[in-house]
Nanobody, 121 residues
Framework: QVQLVESGGGLVQAGGSLRLSCAASGNILSINFMGWYRQAPGAQRELVARITTRGSTDYADSVKGRFTISRDNAKNTMWLQMSSLKPEDTAVYYC???????????????WGQGTQVTVSS
């Protein structure tokens, strides 16, 4: 099995910064995609940013220029540096990992438990 543990959420004023971390552990052969998603109350979960093993990134238009995703492949860890935060960034942030397990190369796609980010105006 593969598990994801997130940390770094909290309460911050508009214009402030936060850094989220996501650490993967377990029976991991490789992780192809890692990503951050968020879900605000009453809204659908949406992609915030994702990164491949080679470091290629995609960002939601709403966070481009403000958020930066990065990862350490050797440590199976990913970060999301969030700057110039806005009240509309308030949501539960989830990390996601998609890859292969050591056991028979079985595919996995797992989610973290979520971490709350609240931006006050």
């Amino acid at each position: 099995q593969v598990q994801l543990v997130e940390s770094g959420g909290g309460l911050v004023q508009a214009g402030g910064s936060l850094r989220l971390s996501c650490a993967a552990s377990g029976n991991i052969l490789s992780i192809n995609f890692m990503g951050w998603y968020r879900q605000a109350p009453g809204a659908q979960r949406e992609l915030v940013a994702r990164i491949t093993t080679r470091g290629s990134t995609d960002y939601a238009d709403s966070v481009k220029g403000r958020f930066t995703i990065s990862r350490d492949n050797a440590k199976n860890t990913m970060w999301l540096q969030m700057s110039s935060l806005k009240p509309e960034d308030t949501a539960v942030y989830y990390c996601n990992a998609d890859g292969r397990q050591l056991w028979l190369g079985q595919h996995f796609n797992v989610w973290g438990q979520g971490t709350q980010v609240t931006v006050s105006s």
